[in-house]
């Protein structure tokens, strides 16, 4: 009976949904007639009629879905989903550096969309490597990585003028990226007056005989009259260690003279020594005549040339130790008989000192008549270490012309 019934809704092409339901109607009224039928029967039937319910619910639905489909590709014949197409970005690769002209966004992609990740001020200098060939905005280093900067913005000379130092030549070093970010007159001849003493504390220092006890000769005691001193006596000794502070916190003369004949023969050859280390670190345009700087019209060098000495010897833990000491206590000794606290000449390294610089980290003061007032720094801000060469500048400026090349340089280059 259900097989005809069945057969009749599809014969008569009825409505789906209403002849799910006569047939459904139709099922139970059938079960309801044969209430007499045993429960084992009624329970066989009720699973049949449950199957039959769902197969034929199914199988219409997948009908209905089936016809729907076609409809919708009859009317859609030509139409396929498509994916919206993506623009990949092109670079022209560049190398150069250029300054903003204003105040700008720094962004992560290369236009206005892009999230803003930082600023430039005014004049700031900046690496540029690259163009994108569909924005034209520039590709830059920033920070640990890189961000993009609207083209209109960046220019090929800073607006911002660097500052008016009275020193005749300078030099300002990124000991971070090896770029020179200043530099006036660096290759012109110069006197070094006692920056000389670099070069004797690095020889010193490459020796490895820091732990020798040296012995002050009569000779040291006979530098000129008007010589910055420590003042030694004669057949005093001290550690070679301990020496280079005397010479470099305090400038003795006397004590570099001790110094060359404890490492060489006599003054004369440990200056040869000097000249020759000079000239394997780039530093041709040097000459010593000896170990402290005292004014000699054939002791001379270049900004640019110390610039090299000084970096090579800052790669020496045992010079970064004197270097950085702004004091030192001297031991007590066989002429001495109580231990001596010493200060450094340097006045940027002094924190008791108006000329006090809170980012210097180490350097050397010299000066004499002809040499004027030199003064070789390294300085640490916001993580970048400068290394600063100021010679023949005048005692009022000496470290006023060291700041303004360090703020100039940590702020704009």
């Known amino acids: 009976m259900l097989l005809k019934i069945k057969k009749y809704i599809m014969d008569n092409k009825m409505d789906v949904i209403t002849g799910v339901v006569a047939f459904v109607f139709i099922v139970i009224a059938s079960i309801m007639i044969l209430g007499g039928s045993s429960d084992d029967e009624e329970t066989s039937t009720k699973d049949a009629l449950r199957q039959t319910v769902s197969g034929e619910v199914e199988g219409e639905s997948d009908v ?12 859609n014949m030509s139409e ?11 670079y022209e690769n560049l190398k150069q550096v250029m300054y903003a002209s204003e105040s700008l966004n720094v962004r992560d992609l290369p236009n206005e969309d892009g999230e803003i ?19 034209g905005w520039y590709r830059i280093t920033y920070g640990d990585g890189e961000g993009f900067v609207c083209d209109e913005y960046l220019v090929d000379e800073s607006t911002v003028l660097a500052p008016e130092i009275v020193a005749e030549a300078a030099i300002v070093y990124d000991m971070d990226t090896g770029e020179v970010l200043y530099e006036k007159n660096p290759d012109a001849k110069m006197y070094p007056a006692s920056v000389t003493k670099i070069m004797t504390t690095m020889l010193a220092c490459e020796s490895g005989r820091l732990d020798e006890m040296i012995t002050f000769s009569q000779k040291c005691r006979e530098v000129p009259y008007d010589s910055s001193i420590y003042g030694v006596r004669v057949g005093e000794s001290v550690t070679l260690r301990d020496s280079l502070y005397m010479l470099m916190l305090v400038s003795g003369n006397d004590v570099g003279v001790g110094i060359a004949e404890h490492l060489a023969a006599n003054e004369e050859e440990f200056a040869a020594l000097m000249t020759k280390r000079a000239k394997e670190l780039g530093a041709k345009n040097t000459n010593f005549v000896n170990s ?3 004014h000699d019209d054939n002791h001379y060098t270049t900004a640019r040339d110390m610039m090299f000495i000084t970096l090579k ?28 606290k010493i200060v450094h000449t340097h006045k940027m390294l002094r924190k008791d000192l108006s000329q006090y610089y809170p ?13 004027g007032r030199c003064c070789i720094t390294t300085a640490k801000k916001e993580g970048r270490t400068l290394l ?23 702020t704009y280059n």
């Open 388 to 410: 600063c060469v100021t010679m023949k500048s005048n005692k009022a400026n000496q470290y006023k012309d060291g700041e303004k090349l360090f703020e100039y340089c940590f």
């Open 117 to 135: 990740i930082g600023n430039l001020i005014e004049g700031k200098r900046v690496k540029v490597t690259g163009r994108c060939n569909e924005t």
């Open 292 to 294: 402290h700087g005292y």
């Open 359 to 371: 980012y210097a980290l180490g350097g050397k003061t010299g000066f004499h008549d002809a040499a």
């Open 313 to 340: 010897a800052l790669k020496n833990e045992e010079f970064v130790k004197v270097w950085q000491a702004a004091e030192y206590t001297v031991p007590k000794t066989n002429k001495v008989s109580y231990a001596r």
């Open 80 to 90: 396929e989903p498509t994916e919206e197409p993506t623009t990949s970005l092109t």
């Open 64 to 75: 209905v879905g089936q016809v729907a489909g076609t409809e919708a590709n009859s009317e």
